[in-house]
């Protein structure tokens, strides 16, 4: 019954994303379509609607990098350390000896700046570090609003670009101020739960104390306990508090207690409380490595849990490091394809080149081999069963 709320908020969220879009895409698309039809920029249609594309491109990027550039400039501003800025899966990280470029990806965000808080007390600033990106993207609207209506006559390309700037700049801002959670909470979305419970500021400061403990290439066993707590009953019914849950849930996995890392997780799945979705099929992936490497392992939990919406995430966070690992532990322990887990291990290898953090990488190398040794083990045994039966 909870994921079934969950699904409708999130179905309701989308559609609320779907009719802010149609609205600012109606005006802007009528602005612009005359705009188009009125200006020949050369002498193709087709070669219009070419170049019409590619500003569309660059200024949907410039927007991702101007809305992200916001959050670190107000986290500046506020006490933030600067970690990371991440555009599609380009990623610039800060590490102790310099910075580095690295890739990194994350379901239902186009780009991502990470700072990490001062301290945490009840004057924590949390509301301009978030609001940052949104207003940085209403001021760009506004200039490019400034400089069309000063300079009337400049080139149709500056035109286009500009008038672009002003319906994307608005809509980015939108979309990520007024409240949404379909899947993944958005900005405003934070603020207002961080607002209306402030222990959910405590979750959203050890959420990013996490984040520069990794970008220093710690391991999560190695981040004091204090920084990842089991939250409450109570806390869990807020996303902050969900997610911290799922991130104690890799410390024990990380720890390799396996048992209480299942007990945790069963828990979590079968409780109403508000897993963002990505979060969900992430700890249902871990549950499904945990049955595979157990002594005795349900192979009908395993293929209850495995279903079409844990395949989607896992397609969908194809380039995260924990991924190749469960595609590995499942071939090899489930499926019993040793070509597939072949790939599984060389995908592995192909992601932890460019990934960010070294100390995830130690981790699910780990994990790897444990999955490894359960199958030598199992052949073994069935080999020594085999032999018993001659």
């Keep these: 019954m909870g994921r079934n709320r969950k699904k409708k908020n999130s179905a309701f969220a989308t559609l609320i994303l779907m009719l802010i879009g149609g609205f600012v895409g109606l005006f802007a698309g009528k602005y612009l379509g005359k705009m188009i039809a009125s200006t020949s920029l050369t002498n193709s249609f087709g070669l219009d609607i070419a170049i019409f594309a590619i500003v569309t491109i660059i200024v949907v990027y410039s927007q991702i990098i101007i809305h992200e550039l916001g959050h670190r400039i107000f986290g500046l501003f506020t006490g933030y350390k600067f970690l990371s800025f991440r555009v599609g899966n380009i990623t610039l990280i800060r590490k102790e000896n310099g910075y580095k470029l690295a890739s990194f990806s994350f379901p239902g965000t186009a780009g991502q700046c990470i700072m990490s808080p001062e301290r945490l007390d009840d004057d924590m600033p949390f509301v301009l570090y978030n609001l940052g990106g949104g207003l940085i993207n209403l001021f760009a609207a506004a200039i490019s609003l400034l400089f069309l209506n000063l300079f ?94 799922v991130l104690y849930c890799g410390k024990l996995m990380d720890e390799q207690r396996f048992d209480e890392a299942k007990e945790k997780i069963d828990y979590l799945l079968e409780s109403d409380f508000n897993i963002i979705n990505v979060h ?111």
């Design 152 to 245: 009337p006559n400049m080139h149709v390309l500056l035109t286009i670009f500009l008038s672009e700037t002003i319906f994307l700049g608005v809509f980015f801002a939108i979309i990520n101020l007024f409240p949404l959670n379909f899947g993944i909470s958005n900005d405003g979305y934070n603020i207002m739960t961080m607002i209306r419970n402030k222990k959910s500021r405590k979750c959203f400061f050890m959420q990013l104390k996490l984040m520069e403990y990794l970008t220093l290439d710690k391991r999560v066993r190695d981040i004091p306990n204090e920084l990842i707590e089991m939250p409450s009953d109570s806390e869990l019914n807020n996303v902050m508090g969900a997610a911290n849950a």
């Design 280 to 390: 969900r099929e992430v700890i249902k992936a871990d549950r499904i490595y945990l049955e595979l490497i157990s002594e005795n392992p349900s192979m009908e939990l395993v293929k209850e849990l495995y279903d079409k919406d844990l395949k989607k995430m896992m397609k969908a966070l194809k380039n995260n490091i924990s991924t190749p690992r469960f595609n590995y532990a499942v071939e090899l322990l489930y499926n019993e394809n040793i070509e597939k887990a072949k790939l599984a291990i060389s995908n592995f290898n192909k992601i932890k080149s460019k990934y960010p953090y070294a100390g995830e990488i130690k981790s699910e190398t780990e994990l790897l081999e444990i999955a490894k040794n359960k199958y030598e083990e199992t052949s073994i045994n069935n080999i020594r069963e085999h032999n018993d039966i001659y």
